[in-house]
Every structure is written in structure tokens, then in C-alpha cells.
């Protein structure tokens, strides 16, 4: 605490106590919350920094690996499986890039081999 013939001082920006909403009293100094919030800035971008840095970056398979892959185990259906080759690649990328899609509640898609719509894909 300081002594009462003494004024308080931030030790960052020197305002006095009667000049800030609140000054934070440390071993030997200061600090008001002008310079918290400062600081608490300066943290929170370095920080956003460093995550962003450390973000994993994944291998998104090219659509022709996706399919070839698929054509393993899939017998015929070659427009299905390219459509969904360069779905799942899209989808890798849109995750790899942070980007959200917005959907609209429970969308559905109805689909069938016919080109009917009796058949339903959630």
C-alpha cells in the first residue's frame, strides 16, 4: 500500500488513482484497467497468432485419389462417385480453411436412381 503522503500511480501510463476506474495495487507497482485491457489485447492477438500457427493442416486428397479409392470397394456408379470425390475434397478444403457453411435447419436432400424422389438423404 502506498504511504498517505504518497499518490498512487499506474506504473504503465502514470495516471493517478482519482484518474482511472480502478488501480490494481502488485508487489511494489501498479496497474489500472486501461493497461489491463491493453495487455489483455496484446495476449489474446499473440495468442490468435501462435493457434493459428499450430493449426493442423491436413492432407486433403486430390478427387482423382478420392475416387480411385472409392472404385475399390465400389462396382459401377461412376458419376456418384465422382460428385462425391469432389464433395469430400471441397469439404476438406472448407475445414482446412475455418470456412463455415451456413444450412438452413434440417435440410434435406431427396434423391433416387430414377431421378425420383422417393429416396431420403439427411
Given at each position: 500500500m502506498a504511504r498517505p503522503n504518497q499518490i498512487t500511480l499506474c506504473s504503465f501510463c502514470g495516471k493517478s488513482h482519482s484518474e482511472v476506474r480502478k488501480l490494481i495495487a502488485g508487489p511494489g507497482v501498479y496497474i489500472c484497467d486501461n493497461c489491463i485491457l491493453v495487455c489483455k489485447n496484446v495476449l489474446d492477438k499473440e495468442l490468435q497468432a501462435e493457434e493459428k500457427k499450430k493449426a493442423i493442416?491436413?492432407?486433403?486428397?486430390?478427387?482423382?485419389?478420392?475416387k480411385a479409392a472409392l472404385d475399390e470397394h465400389c462396382i459401377g456408379q461412376d458419376a456418384a462417385k465422382k460428385a462425391l470425390s469432389v464433395a469430400v475434397h471441397n469439404h476438406y478444403k472448407r475445414i482446412q480453411s475455418g470456412l463455415a457453411v451456413k444450412t438452413k435447419g434440417d435440410d434435406k436432400i431427396i434423391q433416387s436412381e430414377s431421378g425420383g424422389d422417393d429416396i431420403e438423404i439427411e
Open positions: 493442416k491436413l492432407d486433403v486428397p486430390k478427387p482423382k485419389q478420392i
